[in-house]
């Protein structure tokens, strides 16, 4: 499939207010100031994005999306619990390390989203929570996990989604071995 001009234009410019949003905020940077970074005037700039508020939307619920997409993928390989939930972890703990900014734009500016939009990202991250519940609940019904209250998946995701503020994936650790920390500290402390 061929990427339009219109396509990759518009992706530079989420990708540009991604940064600004999470440096400045969302409320704290300006159309001018997007429009100056991108080298776009007012005309063009709405033409790609249309509102302030399009943008951020784009931003939050394009990674929510890939997660989920990705969720329901590594969910349909009949992995065994243990091995599902890594899987998840790696996956999410890949994302963030590779989408900082949008990310720190989604976890700090998504409730400024008004109307179905807000629904909408809302309605994504419950689907995202679902389905690591779906694998907590798979290692139950397999005997490799005892019953956790449906509240842990908060705080599983709590612990992962939170390396935004800290983690640099050029660190001594990559994102998948981080990952797998975690879960070794998680399954370890939920084994039957």
């Not at 518009?10 to 990708?15: F, L, N, P």
């Not at 100031?33 to 302030?52: D, F, N, P, T």
Request: glycine share 10%.
């Amino acid at each position: 499939m061929t990427t339009t001009t219109y396509e990759i234009n518009r992706g530079r410019v989420i990708a540009v207010a991604a940064e600004l949003f999470a440096r400045n905020g969302y409320h704290g940077t300006g159309i001018a100031e997007l429009g100056r970074a991108v080298g776009l005037g007012r005309g063009a700039l709405y033409h790609y994005i249309g509102s302030k508020e399009a943008v951020l939307y784009a931003i939050s619920k394009d990674q929510v999306d890939k997660m989920n997409s990705y969720a329901e993928e590594v969910l349909d390989r009949g992995l065994d619990a243990d091995e599902l939930l890594r899987e998840l972890a790696r996956g999410l703990l890949r994302n963030i390390a590779d989408h900082r900014a949008e990310w720190a734009v989604f976890f700090r500016e998504y409730n400024a989203l008004t109307g179905d939009r807000r629904d909408e990202v809302i309605a994504a991250r419950e689907r995202y929570e679902g389905y690591w519940r779906q694998a907590l609940d798979r290692g139950v019904r397999s005997g490799v996990l005892r019953q956790t209250p449906r509240l842990l998946v908060k705080g599983i995701l709590g612990m992962l989604n939170y390396t935004y503020l800290w983690f640099t994936p050029d660190g001594e650790l990559a994102p998948e071995a981080l990952a797998d920390l975690f879960l070794d500290a998680l399954i370890n402390g939920i084994h039957s």
